[in-house]
């Protein structure tokens, strides 16, 4: 069973870090792309990251470009996202989720399987 788990949200305060872990089972991340959404209350779910199967293709959401890195561990089945100097608009559920194609990393459409989301609330 395809099935992704995102851990490591908490309730921070402004300025503090934190870091992501989307781990997979039922198959591996090796072969695939993975991208990290949000979706804050009463807004659309955004694209804030992504890397390609290789990892050699990064991308960023212009509003967290320099605060947030995005890396996998294929040896853990697991692709993090290191986010730091957090601030309070970056409060939302966070979501990743596995690319159609292996090495197309894009913030909009194209991704299937979603794991259930890991809760990020940073206090001012």
């Known amino acids: 069973q395809v099935q992704l788990v995102e851990s490591g949200g908490a309730l921070v305060q402004s300025g503090e870090s934190l870091r992501l872990s989307c781990k997979a089972s039922?198959?591996?991340?090796?072969?695939?792309?993975i991208g990290w959404f949000r979706q804050a209350p009463g807004k659309e779910r955004e694209g804030v990251s992504c890397?390609?199967?290789?990892?050699?293709?990064?991308k960023y959401a212009d509003s967290v470009e320099g605060r947030f890195t995005i890396s996998r561990d294929n040896a853990e089945n697991t692709v993090y996202l290191q986010m730091n100097s957090l601030k309070p608009e970056d409060t939302a559920v966070y979501y990743c989720?596995?690319?159609?194609?292996?090495?197309?990393?894009?913030?909009?459409?194209?991704?299937?399987?979603w794991g259930q989301g890991t809760q990020v609330t940073v206090s001012s």
């Open positions: 039922g198959f591996s991340l090796t072969y695939v792309t």
């Open positions: 890397i390609t199967a290789s990892g050699e293709n990064t």
């Open positions: 989720a596995v690319g159609q194609l292996p090495q197309l990393c894009t913030l909009t459409g194209g991704y299937v399987y």
